[in-house]
């Protein structure tokens, strides 16, 4: 429901409004032209990707006036764009060519800059040490010699550090981080702030006291809520008192502060900040977001037993999510399309041959393709009815008893085999298993256990490794619903996998076929087909 603190510490950082160091009454017209153009370029850089080419266009004007400020400031600003489109390489390119200037015009802030959108690219690759000595050096953040460009600096820089330890699970550090970071913007002086100094310091203050909310909030350890929900009023706030400021990040404040408030089991709260990301989300176009906010009023309304509000808000939830989908498949396909256009046109003056050799392969395609599924629908109707078999034996049956518990393992006392045992069936009759990202040093630590032990239990007893033991109450859990509950057969394959505990649908579909045979979409349809067959066992 809502994005890890990492991540929006991330995007924060690589938005780094740039503050010319320089006097803008001092430079003569045709600079004053270009700094000018580079302030409108980052005055609607805010969360956006900046067109590269326009700023190629001012670094060569710069270039041709040799005006070395505007040329560092514009390298610095591809140098972060690149980095934005994950095009590390290039960045570092531009970033070696800044800094060498940047030496030469003993511009701390700009070499400042230029590190810490390197430390953004170490932690992006999950280099994490090498961003942390990025990050503590310090050498030039101490040198900026304006107060507030200097805070600025250090706040970006706790704040990335703050999302490092986010990533490497040391919440503690993260906390400290995040809060030295609040304390560096704070301690701005507001007097004589420029216009960009102003957009920078309000953005990083609401930013922050929000992550200061996220950190308080989802704490794995010792959650504070009373302290989170008075940073969240502090960021929302502004709203307020700076609704041109509050602007920049709206969306990402009412989405944590609707996570907080479902955690909190103050639902209509939840709903109520959700259906302000979607209001916003109308006017900035943002179909991920969207699709957050859905799930977090789906699963608002489902907290409040409100099953009419859950399903038309499900409903959207898994339209928008295969729409997206769709539209990804759509860009490959296009992409694909103007490969053929190319070759098509390469090979224009034997097209009737190769129109011959398509078709030709085509026949040959189908003939392959109808007896292969020939051959894969005796082979699905044949799982499928193993399957609705033993479906209707497990009601007619008690549950078999593990022919491998009188086994014993040479390492495990027979007491505590027993007890894990135990457990472990408790935790098969439980929907814990369903939870996403479960792994076997969460269930241990549930069980009480080791892993090593666990690994061994599971070996022993259920014939599988963790992952595949895992996969198959899954599935299981999941055949069952669609067997038992014809309401289920209704659903889109995209929510029976996050039903079940899955990340994506493909790895669903896979694990499916792997433990039944057959894919889901087979097994309902032959479900819906065959009502009445089904009772009698065929």
Same mark, same amino acid.
Request: hydrophobic share 35%; glycine share 4%; with cysteine.
């Given at each position: 429901m ?10 924060l950082?690589i938005?780094?409004?740039?503050? @010319?160091p320089?006097?803008?009454s001092?430079l003569k017209?045709?600079?004053k032209l270009?700094m ?9 850089? &805010? ?7 326009d700023?190629r266009k001012?670094v060569?004007?710069?270039?041709k006036i040799?005006?070395k400020?505007g040329e560092?400031?514009g390298?610095?600003l591809l140098?972060?764009n690149?980095l ?15 800094e ?5 015009e003993?511009d701390?802030?700009?070499?400042s800059?230029i590190q810490l959108?390197?430390a953004?690219?170490?932690i ?5 040490p090498?961003?942390k000595?990025i990050?503590?050096?310090k %050498?030039?953040? %101490?040198? *900026?010699?304006n107060?507030?460009n200097?805070?600025?600096y @250090?706040s970006?820089s706790y704040?990335l550090l703050?999302?490092?330890?986010s990533?490497?699970?040391a ?10 970071s609040?304390?560096a913007?704070?301690?701005?002086? $507001?007097?004589g $702030?420029?216009d960009y100094?102003?957009?920078r310091?309000?953005?990083l203050?609401? @930013? ?6 996220i ?5 794995? %350890?010792?959650?504070? &809520? ?8 502090k960021a929302l706030?502004?709203s307020?008192t700076?609704p041109?400021?509050?602007?920049l990040?709206?969306i990402? &404040?009412?989405?944590?502060?609707s996570a907080?408030y479902y955690?909190k089991k103050?639902?209509?709260k939840?709903?109520?900040f959700?259906k ?5 989300e109308?006017?900035k176009?943002k179909?991920e977001e969207r699709l957050?906010a859905?799930e977090g009023?789906k ?6 037993g409100?099953?009419?509000?859950e ?7 898994t ?5 997206i ?6 860009t ?8 053929i ?8 003056e034997n097209?009737?041959?190769i129109?011959?050799t398509?078709?030709?392969i085509?026949?040959?395609? *189908?003939a392959?393709?109808?007896k292969?599924?020939?051959k ?10 193993e399957?609705i078999h033993g479906l209707?034996?497990?009601?007619n049956?008690p549950?078999? &008893?593990?022919?491998n518990?009188?086994?014993g393992i040479?390492? *495990?006392s027979?007491?505590?085999e ?5 457990k472990l069936a408790a ?8 939870k996403?990202?479960i792994?076997?040093?969460?269930l241990?630590h @549930?069980l009480?256990t080791?892993p090593?032990?666990?690994s061994?239990i599971?070996?022993e007893h259920?014939?599988r490794?963790?992952n595949t033991y895992i996969?198959?109450l899954r *599935?299981?859990y999941i055949?069952?619903? $669609?067997?038992?509950?014809p309401k289920?057969r209704?659903y ?5 996998a %996050?039903e079940?505990?899955y990340?994506s649908p493909q790895?669903?579909?896979?694990a499916f ?9 087979y097994?309902?349809n032959?479900?819906?087909?065959s ?8």
């Open positions: 809502i994005k890890s603190f990492s991540l929006i510490s991330l995007l950082s938005f780094t409004f740039y503050q @010319f320089a006097q803008t001092n017209n045709e600079e270009i000018g153009q580079y302030d409108k370029i980052e005055y609607n850089d &805010v969360g956006r990707i900046t067109n590269m080419d700023i001012v060569d004007q710069s270039k040799n005006f400020p560092i400031r390298l610095v140098q972060r690149a934005r489109r994950g095009n590390y390489t290039l960045s570092e390119k531009y970033g070696d060519e800044a060498s200037l940047a030496y030469a003993n701390n802030y700009s070499l800059l959108n390197r953004c690219v170490a992006e690759l999950g280099l994490y090498e961003a000595t990050l503590e050096k %050498e030039y953040g %101490e040198k *900026i010699g107060k507030a200097r805070n600025i @250090f970006n704040m703050a999302g490092i330890y990533r490497t699970g919440k503690d550090s993260m906390l400290y981080y995040t809060r030295k609040l304390d913007i704070e301690a701005t002086p $507001l007097a $702030l420029t100094q102003k957009v310091y309000y953005y203050e609401i @930013f922050q006291l929000m992550n200061m909310g950190a308080y909030a989802f704490h794995p %350890e010792k959650p504070r &809520v009373d302290l989170a929900e008075s940073y969240f009023r706030a502004y307020v700076h041109q400021y509050f602007k990040c709206d990402e &404040v009412y989405e944590s502060v907080f955690k103050e639902y209509e939840s709903i109520e959700s302000k990301v979607l209001e916003l109308r006017i176009k179909p957050a859905y009023i699963d608002a309304y489902n907290a409040l409100n099953s009419t509000q399903l038309k808000y499900l409903k959207l939830y339209g928008l999510n295969d729409s989908k769709n539209a990804q498949k759509v490959v396909i296009n992409q694909s399309r103007k490969k256009k190319t070759f098509r046109d390469a090979y224009n097209r009737l041959i129109a011959l398509a078709l030709g085509i026949l040959l395609i *189908i392959i393709a109808w292969y599924n020939r894969k629908e005796y082979e699905y109707r044949k799982k499928y009815d399957l209707n034996r497990e009601k049956q549950d078999e &008893v593990d022919g518990k009188d086994q040479s390492n *495990i027979s007491e505590t027993k007890k894990l045992l135990k935790f098969e009759n439980s929907d814990k298993f369903l996403k990202g792994n076997i040093a969460y241990s @549930f009480n080791n090593k032990y666990l061994e599971i070996r259920k014939s490794n963790f996969n198959s *599935i299981n055949v069952h619903q $669609l067997y038992n509950n289920y209704e889109k394959i995209s929510y029976l %996050e079940c505990g990340a790895v669903f579909v896979i076929k792997k433990e039944k045979g057959v894919t889901p979409s097994f309902i032959q479900l819906n087909g009502t009445v067959n089904i009772g009698l066992g065929t």
